[in-house]
């Protein structure tokens, strides 16, 4: 069994401190019940927590002394009626080697260990709660300096960390094959749903990263459809499917876009084809030391081109980009940095402004890309029907849009192209491998009616 790099994460986070003494203490989540009710929520962990400690159960927290270096697990005591309800839980020292920590004690004896270590001051979180510090520790207690640096050091994945998160794409990667493989006209969105949430778990993932999309033919112009309750009716429409898997708490986040029928129709096809020439286009311009905000903006004058092609645009491209016309038909950011959490922090470094335009105000991230940054390159185009009537009502924008060609493509709905790329010293590597050419997804798709 690998060692989770709990200290190795303090010490990331206590180096962007910058200090050379005091204790960092965090907390993780607590079991949640229901309202009058003895039933619990589902518990996930508190990614921070998580992230220093590689502790998936509740009621632990743990601590970090800089100045001697010392990794400190505390561990929820389990009495004996609760054994018998949850099992037997490992050792002290189990804890402790399991999770890459130096040493380990309960959570009852937090206050009197860390009174013992006497520090000057002691990082938290503002969100968490210090209760178990007690009176004589909660005067020392900082809770304005540490969750920059904390979420700054999560920004920067080690090997650790991408060897999860490979594992997770090529879990949900599969995932999604298996659902071109055997999705057929007359299902539901939700047995499409079903069947992906089905396949990870049982390969190992946790929970869904998060809420699965399944949106067929128009539901797709939805950005964050979760209805999935449509049945699928037409071979001429196309599914998209938006769902990745988490696995030992790391995220995926895939999307494909792929016909129910054996192939795309015309204007599927020319819609999909500018979408993925889109992402191949921002992916191989992905290399460190150039700004997010410009892969945006390479997305949308790809997608100008193509538009400008079919006729949907019309006008000069620099006109359209000026006006940022393809923010009404790609009203979402490019992508995002994802680790923990599927949106993962740090997108937003302090001082940051958003970018107050169509498209770009959406961005879920504006930094310099470096390496070991993970991000999701995700270009769609939608036929929205209420962003395209602000468009049509706009006169600077409405000039560049061909609303007869509009109406023809409605049917369209949305394509979404999204896979997970590592930035690297020289580029970027892509964690995502399942299919996304055309020709391979109607070779799937055909032999899924055969």
Not at 12 to 27: P, Q
Not at 390 to 411: C, G, S, T, W
């Amino acid at each position: 069994m690998q060692v989770y790099p709990a200290k190795q994460h303090f010490v990331k986070v206590a180096k962007n401190l910058g200090v050379s003494s005091g204790i960092i203490f965090v907390r993780g989540g607590d079991t949640i019940i229901h309202p009058d009710s003895d039933t619990e929520y589902e518990f996930h962990q508190d990614s921070n927590f998580y992230y220093l400690s590689g502790v998936r159960e509740p009621g632990f927290a743990a601590a970090y002394d800089i100045a001697t270096n010392t990794a400190i697990l505390f561990v929820h005591h389990v009495s004996a009626d609760e054994a018998v309800w949850i099992g037997v839980p490992p050792s002290l020292e189990d804890y402790r080697r399991a999770h890459g920590f130096d040493k380990a004690h309960y959570t009852h004896d937090i206050e009197s260990v860390l009174i013992q270590k006497k520090p000057s001051v002691i990082f938290a979180l503002p969100h968490q709660q210090i209760d178990q510090l007690g009176a004589e520790l909660k005067p020392l207690v900082d809770t304005e300096r540490l969750l920059e640096p904390l979420h700054e050091a999560r920004v920067f994945k080690d090997e650790f960390e991408i060897a999860i998160m490979r594992r997770a794409n090529q879990i949900s990667g599969d995932a999604h094959v298996k659902l071109m493989r055997t999705t057929q006209l007359g299902m539901n969105e939700a047995e499409v749903r079903g069947h992906f949430v089905g396949y990870t778990l049982g390969q190992g993932c946790m929970y869904e990263a998060y809420g699965s999309i399944a949106a067929c033919g128009r539901n797709a112009a939805v950005l964050h459809y979760t209805k999935n309750n449509q049945q699928l009716n037409s071979k001429e429409e196309m599914i998209l499917v938006d769902a990745g898997g988490t696995y030992e708490n790391y995220a995926s986040d895939i999307t494909r876009t792929w016909p129910i029928g054996p192939k795309f129709t015309p204007e599927c096809r020319a819609i999909y084809q500018i979408v993925l020439d889109m992402q191949k286009q921002v992916i191989a311009a992905c290399a460190p030391h150039k700004q997010w905000e410009d892969m945006h903006i390479l997305s949308n004058r790809v997608a100008a081109q193509g538009l400008l092609e079919l006729g949907i645009l019309k006008g000069d491209i620099d006109g359209i980009m000026e006006n940022y016309v393809v923010g009404y038909f790609m009203p979402h950011g490019i992508g995002h940095l994802i680790g923990i959490d599927t949106h993962d922090v740090g997108g937003y470094p302090k001082g940051t402004q958003r970018i107050d335009k169509p498209g770009l105000r959406n961005l879920r991230s504006r930094r310099e890309m470096l390496p070991n940054m993970v991000f999701t390159v995700e270009p769609g185009l939608y036929f929205v029907d209420d962003i395209l009537k602000e468009a049509q009502q706009n006169p600077k924008v409405a000039q560049f849009i061909n609303f007869d060609k509009v109406a023809e493509y409605r049917k369209v709905g949305g394509v979404r192209i999204e896979d997970n790329i590592v930035i690297t010293e020289d580029g970027n590597y892509n964690l995502t491998t399942c299919p996304r050419e055309i020709a391979d997804l109607e070779a799937i798709r055909s032999a899924a009616y055969q």
